[in-house]
Each structure stands twice: as C-alpha cells, then as structure tokens.
C-alpha cells in the first residue's frame, strides 16, 4: 500500500504563488510515476502535470504551461508542484497520483492517490 499526503494549500490573490508537496509513503517510490490533478465542484477531474520515474520525461495541461512546474526528489519520496501566476480558475482541490503504466491525463490509470489540498485563487 502506497500512502500520499499532499500540503502546501491555502488562499492567494491572483497573480501569486504556491508551492504543493507530496509525499509517499513507500521504499519503491521510483517505480511511480507521479501526477498532479484537479477537481473543482461540478467539473471533472483534470490533469494538470505528471513526471515520470526518473524524472526525465514531464507532461502539462494546456492550461498550465509556463505557469506551473513539476518535479520529483527521489531521494526524499516528494513530488512537488510550483505554481506561479495564478488564476482564479485554478481554484480546485488538487491531488497528488502514483501509478505504474499510466497514460499521462486518464485518472483512472492511477493506482494511488492523496487526499487533496485545497487551493483558492482570489481575484
């Protein structure tokens, strides 16, 4: 059983940033690739970027690109998300995923997921 906990949540005016944490609860954590979506009420759950097991290979929303960044230290068993000039429509609960043999945007390809943190982007 792989365990994640998300933080770095919170509420922010438009423009600002936040930088969410994950960390898992596993000594096989490069097995992993690792991914961030989000949900906010009534819409579907979005991906929003996803690395790889070494890292070497990193995939974004649209939406996302040059605002947000993710990355993965495997020597700590964290994926982060750095997100920059946010937006009031990045107002979500986002999620942290680990899976094996994912295809990058289907959630349903993941095997594991935290609880959510809350981001609220005000405008």
């Known amino acids: 059983q792989v365990q994640l906990v998300e933080s770095g949540g919170g509420l922010v005016q438009a423009g600002g940033s936040l930088r969410l944490s994950c960390a898992a609860s596993?000594?096989?954590?490069?097995?992993?690739?690792m991914a961030w979506f989000r949900q906010a009420p009534g819409k579907e759950r979005d991906f929003v970027a996803g690395?790889?097991?070494?890292?070497?290979?990193?995939a974004y929303a649209d939406s996302v690109q040059g605002r947000f960044t993710i990355s993965r230290d495997n020597t700590k068993n964290t994926v982060y998300l750095q997100m920059n000039s946010l937006k009031p429509e990045d107002t979500a609960v986002y999620y942290c995923?680990?899976?094996?043999?994912?295809?990058?945007?289907?959630?349903?390809?993941?095997?594991?997921w935290g609880q959510g943190t809350q981001v609220t982007v005000s405008s």
């Open positions: 995923a680990a899976g094996d043999g994912v295809v990058w945007r289907n959630y349903r390809s993941y095997d594991y």
């Open positions: 596993t000594r096989t954590f490069t097995n992993y690739a």
């Open positions: 690395i790889s097991r070494s890292g070497g290979r990193i």
